[in-house]
């Protein structure tokens, strides 16, 4: 199967939204391997079982079509899809995973875990002919990222979550983590890990001087021509109106164009070399750029292996998206994904986790345990956020179909996709 029938039925400016993401954004360079530096690929032409018809909003997320008999009872078990390195491992086995094993020492329930989540696009091309069809994925819990999401809830192929199974995690979710405007009332999804975007640079490079505000990237003239910004669409335009005093949740259509017109300006006057991905990891630690929009999660190791490299939270803000786990229509394991998304939401089981991976933990109660397990980890703002740094946070609110097509065409014109 080729990209273009995995991404059927998306308007044109969108399905090159996501061949953009794929070859340059975040799932070219996935961020769990930033973090282990190891290279794990798949490529989207290998794809089995071809023909699949259009992608196709059911509505039937709340209905019995969307559920299978749930062999949980007879079936101690739970097929659980990850991204690679995306969960904690023992040190000296990497096939260990302490949090996975202990869930099944705490339920009986055995996991089978697999890393074959490597971009939101192609696993979507790996399940889409089984959620069209009405067929069992063989998955039975699975993390993806919040705009992939909201696209499966749109479709009816994920299921609602069984309440009175998650009660430690309705009860330990964090406030801003509850009610996204893709999934109200968390009704389908849990959040595995938050993902922040920041302002980075290499003091170095910058003889010392701060760089503080998208602002400054787009004007300071001793940064021109030293200036990335991300490839993803809702990071770059995100911070972007943040900057204009806009709120990323609540935009119109005049605010995304203002947003790209300043952009626009940056790229005439060259003070923005390029748009990338995870590559401007290698040019920030070189010098070669001195400041850019990055990923929190990346800059963990880019800082340990670079002391130049720093890190700023704008005084008007950032944006932050989530990876999620949900439980596809026809999963044969309902009720143990259920209480393996509960279980997860242990602050014990967060802060092993979050200790393992680096990533914003979703759970209350995990900063606590964290620094009894692991104290330099707990304190990283880029892992554990200050409490004025999480006032700070927004979220880029979700699209219509038309708004989609039409801002990701803009998008794409201004960076030259």
Request: with cysteine; glycine share 8%.
């Amino acid at each position: 199967m080729e990209l273009n029938e995995i991404t059927d039925g998306l308007p044109e400016p969108v399905r090159k939204a996501w061949e953009r993401s794929l070859a340059g954004g975040r799932a070219a360079l996935t961020r769990r391997t930033m973090l282990r530096a190891a290279a794990l690929t798949a490529g989207a032409g290998t794809l089995a079982a071809c023909g699949i018809p259009p992608a196709r909003t059911t509505g039937t997320g709340d209905s019995v079509a969307n559920a299978a008999e749930d062999r949980s009872e007879s079936d101690k078990e739970v097929n659980f899809s990850n991204w690679p390195l995306y969960v904690d491992t023992d040190e000296n086995d990497t096939e260990k995973h302490g949090t996975l094993e202990a869930f099944t020492e705490a339920t009986g329930i055995k996991v089978k875990y697999t890393e074959d989540v490597n971009d939101n696009v192609e696993f979507f091309g790996k399940v889409k002919p089984q959620l069209a069809a009405g067929q069992d994925t063989g998955r039975d819990v699975m993390v993806l990222t919040d705009w992939m999401v909201a696209r499966l809830i749109r479709l009816g192929w994920v299921q609602k979550l069984n309440q009175s199974n998650i009660t430690t995690a309705i009860t330990n979710i964090e406030s801003r983590f509850r009610a996204p405007d893709w999934d109200p009332g968390r009704l389908y999804s849990y959040p595995w890990a938050g993902i922040q975007v920041v302002i980075a640079y290499n003091a170095k490079a910058t003889k010392g001087k701060p760089v503080t505000s998208v602002s400054q990237l787009l004007d300071d003239p001793e940064l021109k021509g030293r200036v990335t910004f991300l490839s993803e669409m809702r990071d770059t335009i995100g911070m972007t109106l943040l900057d204009m005093d806009k709120d990323p949740a609540k935009f119109t259509a005049d605010d995304y164009a203002a947003a790209v017109a300043r952009l626009q300006k940056g790229v005439d006057s060259k003070q923005i070399r390029k748009f990338t991905g995870n590559d401007y990891g290698q040019e920030l630690s070189s010098g070669d750029i001195a400041a850019c929009l990055a990923w929190g999660g990346d800059l963990i190791q880019l800082k340990a292996d670079n002391p130049d490299i720093e890190f700023v939270i704008p005084e008007k803000g950032y944006v932050s998206s989530t990876d999620n786990m949900v439980i596809p229509a026809r999963a044969q394991h309902k009720a143990n994904a259920e209480r393996l998304i509960d279980f997860y939401y242990r602050p014990e089981t967060a802060a092993r986790l979050t200790a393992g991976i680096g990533f914003v933990s979703a759970v209350t109660g995990m900063k606590e345990a964290l620094a009894a397990l692991d104290p330099d980890t707990a304190a990283n703002p880029l892992v554990v956020p200050t409490p004025e740094m999480a006032a700070k946070v927004h979220v880029f609110r979700s699209l219509n179909e038309a708004e989609e097509s039409d801002f990701e065409e803009k998008f794409s014109k201004l960076i030259g996709a």
